[in-house]
């Protein structure tokens, strides 16, 4: 069977990557149109059909080989004996963690001798490589030979990031030995060092920490193996490369995994390494209601997970800002993506993911377009991307979409135009359950306005004074975009009118004693609750300052700490509201005596950070106190409210303008909500 250049590698692709194989993978394979590849596939069928063997395709854009075990023994034989080679993303990411690792440069010659390439195939790997890490301070340098320059962090972490495409978690947590010879990329770490560990850190966290999914752990004993490796050839940490705050039981975890680690290997281990481990322990265990009032949230994360939410749901019509279990599920899967260091890759090599991302198609270029807007100084790869459909998937299945929309549609052309509408409507807008068509004859005798949502119509209806949208029968791109927002406009205007309608009928699943002590939490803090007006000093510290005589006595029992503690928790992270009037002012003190919400109307507007990096005029100060170590309940609770304020726009604007009387009844509403569960 002869076979050209481009249907060797088509086929070497097939034999060597898991199926199906895509359109785009093969697209960026051979650096061609989607045509040209058609086109490739074609012939390659031919040569295929002459061993009895054929292409299947199994999915939109997604084929696989079909082939008896012998046949396909046989079209190994057919790729000139390289049936052993690596396929040509394995091969650039050999090829990239040399580059990492290495301690002086590496030849031209070494990776076409290594790897069996040509010099063309190579300058095309690189070329491929400096566009996949151009996003990271990272940089592929010719001189006597290829390296890498740039920070140890982000070598360490794009190393870690490239073992994690090729290591699989199986092979990981459950090989007996780490040989090359049953994955390649265990040649780049110290397979000693890697059992190690995965011992420390399965006793250590995989026991402890159960909410840590396999793909963190991963990432946590890959990065403790490198840690392990480079500290040994004295490549370390510099001062700069964690400038956060780790959470403090962490950095005490940090220090226990250390120690062990330094105790296995005789190997002292710089502090920068323990803080640095504790910072990714923390950015890989951060929860809203958990973490809230801890030094290291990033409220500026929370707020823009919350706007990525909010525009994928106005993107595809669903209430997806509903479902509080998906904003804190993205915020901690965000806040451990934007700690590593990721390869910028156009394709997926997870099939589960490729088709996650072809049935929810809709959501994948919303969250898209979305994330380009939202995150402009970072970029996502595809396979974040899919992670993230992956979780929007799971929400919107919990709960589908559906809407209690209706419309009236006129058509003068009668069954063909109003068939083809109602199906263009259907296409684009499942959700919708019912649509009337009427003549246009009886356009008098129905009160629209009040019957229903919207009204559409494929001509002018002259005469008629009600609002409605002039539309063809094939329904335009134009007209779609229009629907869409008229539908989003009038379930907001929906939603908003049935906020406060709520369900009585609710179990209590704890024990009559837990329950009501609860509840006497939530009346304490809602007793506690309060709005002041404040003529105050021109400054924010002065301000803070001016807080205290108005808690209740007792409350603070040493004014000047938690002062300080208010102020530099302000000084660390933006905590203004964005396009509002408020600031959210919080800490914890073991100064504190009970947790506390309260809201102060400032007579002097002051100028602070908002959550987006854009200024704020700041008139309305939110406060919360707690004590510290804080309860879990009170956590819970003061984290409902937090949420509440930066979550919902429809609480926002409560929060901003309302009186405490109205204040007060929301966080009643949204106190008590939380007994319900």
Known sequence: MYLSPREKQLLAEFLSSPPPVTIQKMMNLLKVSKRTVYRELDNLEISLQSVNASLKKVARGSFVIEASEEVMEQLKENTDGKSDDLPTAKRQHAILAELLLTTEPLSLAHFMEL???????????????????????????????????????????????????EINEYELFHSISFDSSLNYFFQFVDPQHLSLARQVVGEELIQKKTNLSDRKLEHL?????????????????????????????????????????????????????????????????????QN???ETFDTQLAYLVKQLIQEVGEE???????????????????????????????????????????????IANAIRKAVERIFQEKKLSEEEIAYMVLHFANS??????ESNISIAGFSPSGLASTSMLELRLKRYFPFIQQIHFYRIADLKKIDLQEEYDIVISTSILPGYNGTYILVSPLLLEEE???????????????????TYNSNNEWMLED??????????????????????????????????????????????????????????????APIGIPHTNMGLFHTTSSLVSKPIFCIFNLKQPLTIDGMDRQPVDLSRMLVMLAPSPIQEKDGILLGKISGAIIMNDLNTEIFRSGNKEIVYQLLAKILIEEIKK
């Open 115 to 165: 790897y069996r390439i040509s010099n063309t195939t190579f300058y095309a790997d690189i070329k491929q490589l400096e566009e996949s890490i151009r996003q990271l301070p990272l940089e592929i340098i010719r001189n006597q030979g290829y390296e890498i320059v740039g920070p140890e962090k982000y070598r360490r972490l794009l190393t870690a990031n490239v073992l994690e495409l």
């Open 221 to 289: 004993v890959l990065m403790l193996t490198l840690t392990m490796d480079r500290v040994t050839k004295n490549h370390l940490l510099t001062n700069e490369t964690y400038n956060g705050l780790a959470n403090k039981e962490l950095l005490q975890t940090a220090k226990r995994l250390f120690s062990r680690i330094a105790s296995e290997t005789k190997q002292l281990y710089p502090v920068n390494e323990i803080v640095f481990f504790a910072g990714l322990l923390n950015d890989f265990t951060n929860s809203f209601d």
């Open 292 to 294: 809230f009032f801890e």
């Open 316 to 362: 595809t019509n669903v209430h997806f800002y509903e479902d509080e279990t998906l904003y804190k599920m993205l915020l901690t899967h965000l806040s451990g993506v934007f700690s590593r260091a990721v390869l910028q890759e156009e394709t997926l090599t997870n099939p589960i993911l490729e088709k996650i991302m072809v049935q929810y198609e809709e």
């Open 396 to 401: 919107l299945e919990k709960s589908p979409k």
């Open 480 to 498: 779609v975009k229009q629907l869409k927002e008229a539908f989003s406009h009038i379930e907001k205007k929906k939603r908003q009118k049935n």
């Open 511 to 572: 024990t009559y004693e837990e329950t009501m002590h609860f509840m006497e939490q939530i009346n304490q803090l809602l007793d506690r609750f309060f709005i002041q007006e404040l003529d105050n000093p021109n400054t924010v510290s002065e301000t803070i300052r001016s807080l205290f005589p108005y808690f209740p006595e007792g409350l603070v029992t040493d004014e000047e700490v938690v002062h300080r503690r208010l102020l530099k928790r302000y000084e660390q």
